[in-house]
């Protein structure tokens, strides 16, 4: 069946750059971010390939010691603070969650077009301390090294403050939305599940980021004013300073990860035509990891000088977060099971998550072991378990996510034989960088070391290769995605025949989303009692 | 599983090694095993139920809470024996024999230092007996540290603001290495030394004949052995490049600008100064980094360093 884009839409509705930086449209603010994460993306991306060519070899290539330490700094906040906490809340919650319950608009458009501000001004915060004397603290500032280091320190906190607000905003914003503007019939165990996990997402952003803004405060304060928190050279304590950043940054790592959770439930049940598997369970092991998730900060502390007692509760409790993981996991595949699978590209992009997610978890259960972990901290281990769960988990399904919803974003279809292509590079890649990285760390190869042993070249060679072939699978993924955009074939209302209320409306979809306000007629996962077309149908209103 | 230990894992060191290890081959097996599982099964599933003329109808679904219960019990079994497994070991690793030898281990940027009760010091190399538990006393004299021993499976942070502990008993001599794992700045990857594990009887000796060069060592071969031992050489360069502090080369005789402008002609005394008290006089262009090694290197061994530096000419 031929499509057409339908004459009027969100994109051509207003036109000139005033009604792009002045507007109140989620999905207009949701394209705003994706331009700016997207970007933070890239500029994270380069800094990665310039670490992994520089441990080419044992010694120094092309940077310094001193240059090697603001390259993997800024990999790191880059990619944590600009690039994957905002990248699906902003992204895809902003332009898919009101469509999926038949909203026209978030509760709040204007603090959500505030949010994007001010990432934009925690963005130049942080292009600006690149540009006076870059940062050498690593994206976790510990103390006292942060409270000593001449690079732009105060810069690049000032910018993590910034961009904790514009999380809180977002955050604040959904979960009023989820609760407010869900359509009539549409109970909280008929919401699909990527709301739920952007519902439980927004939770912790809200309760968890203040504690970083204030554990960046009195840092700044300790280093502007000279008041003795964190540096024992003015009478502070430096594992305070790693309490406070973990009680925020353990938290973060589900903020990260749950969105993405999120999709990969959409991705599974869409591309299986089959209602979900214990839709119950993975709603809730959502809430269940945003709860645990606040109470094992203490297990990145294991060999810091903490308590033996606080690491032993603190290990304890971390076997619980994985539970609820393994839910999710064992779910996704019982619902395959009896399925109608089709391996388009976002479902591929769900596969390579379900394998890749894994290895993650079973490694995290590794290093959650309390003697295991007093050998694999900071060392390749970690560095390659944390890549399995935020590459391995949350792009996977940030990259899903964009394939799936892309031809509704833009009312137009990718090609889908270089999809595929990029897909399988990414995943071949992925696994050559990062799976290397478990034996070196095992062996004890420290992390952010500039120069090694030369008993680690051949696999740090081997892993740098795998990073090349990523970036170039990036690299492709950009081109064919925007080449859509402008030539892609028009893809209809509901290319993948899917029964969340985001596909009823056409795409692109109009400004107001809705005609009216829709009657949520079935749940997002019926298949077993509505056959989904990809046509316009009209949807009872009030 | 021999082979998937040397595959992963270094060289069992430690009294510690093989339990931290053995645990370790537990999760990696059963890990294994559902991760095959798992993938087989989506696999599988994908090829059977594998979409076919377009046709995408599925059957009504069952609800199986028995499923669901089955799989939230056994893998929290299974994590609580990992659990208490690990809790053990690692109260192993933190409770020290009572009849163990005690050394003061000091970090500093960027280098790891060692006083032994009986008045021995050392630097770099940590010189132990085999088959007796040493507790390590440590403490930083700037940022945080931490001391990792990949043989021996320990690791402990070292911190500026108070003692942590940390032992181990060799089960085997010779050489194991020993690496900075706190990130701490521009030296982090070059500050890593070495554990000389001895028999008995060697180490004795060791402790008892204190420093000084060699039999037939000339004092110059000495003070290149104290340069690299006392890792001179991660701040100071041989071949006229820069690094943190000046280059050796052409050092004794040249004629140096300070930090306060005024100039001094290198010598005997300047080296011993800069050596112990090296905030004194400092030549202008670098940071005041220069940790003094007072108490830790004895007058033989500075001797050593000058009749070294002596001879780096041009």
Redesign the interface.
Known sequence: MEHTIPEKHYLNEATGWKSWLMTLDHKRIGILYMIMVMFSFFLGGVFALLIRWELLSPDKILMG??MY?QAFSLHGIIMIFLFIIPSIPAILGNFVMPLMIGAKDVAFPRLNLASWYIYVIGFCFAVYALFTGGI???WTF?T??SS??TTAVIPILTAAFVLGFSSIFTGLNFIVTIHRLRAPGMTWFQLPLFVWAIYATALIQVLATPVLGITLALLMLERVVGIGIFD??MGG???LFQHFFWFYSHPAVYIMILPGMGIISELIATF????I??YK?IAFSSLGIAFTGFLVWGHHMF???QS?LA??IF??LT??V??PS??K???W??T????????DTPMLWA?SF??LF??GG??G??LG????D??L???YFVVSHFHYVMVGGTVMAIFGGLHYWWPKIWGRMYNETLARIAVVMIFVGFNITFFVQ??MG???M????????PQFQGMHGFSSIGALIMGVGFLLIAIYLIYAIFKGKPAGPNPW?ALTMEWETPSPPTAGNFEGQPILEHGPYD??KV?PENALKPYKTI | MDTTRS????PQGST?AS??DA??GF??WI?LF??VG??A??VY??IK????DG???????I?SMA??IT??VI??IL??V??V??????????IVPANSMEIKVTGQKWFWSYNYEEGATGVGELVVPVGKPVKLLMSSK???H?F?V??F?????V????Y?ITWFEATMTGEF?I????????????M?GTVKVLPQDEFDKWLEAGSGPGEGESMKDYGARMFVKNACNTCHSLDGSKNVGPTFQGLFGRREVMSDGTAITVDENYIRESVLNPMAKQVAGFDPVMPTYQGILKDVDIDGLIAYIKSLEN
Not at chain 2, 7 to 10: D, N
Not at chain 2, 153 to 157: G, L
Request: charged share 20%; net charge negative; aromatic share 18%.
């Open positions: 010691p001193e330490n050498d603290t690593g510990y006292p090294y000593e280091s024992p050279a304590d430096p594992v299986s035509h089959r209602r598997f214990g369970f060999v810091s000088g033996d690491a032993v290990s304890f076997f619980f994985g539970i393994g839910i996991i064992l779910n595949i019982a395959m099971y009896k399925g109608s699978i089709s391996l596969l379900l394998i894994s290895i079973f490694t259960i590794v072991t309390l003697s295991i007093v050998h901290h900071d060392t478990f034996i095992t062996q004890g420290p992390r952010r070391y500039a120069t090694y042993l025949r298949y077993d056959i | 595959l992963f894992l270094p510690v339990d931290v645990l370790f999760i990696f890990s559902f991760f798992v993938t099964l989506t599933f994908c139920y594998k979409r076919k046709k995408s109808e599925t059957t009504p679904y609800e499923l669901e799989w939230i893998p929290t994590l609580m990992i659990f497994w690990g809790f053990q070991d690692f109260v192993r690793l933190h700037d940022v945080i931490s990792f990949p043989a499976r320990i690791k402990m942070d911190l500026p603001n108070r942590t290495e690496y900075c794992t706190e990130f701490c700045g521009k030296g982090h990857s070059e890593w």
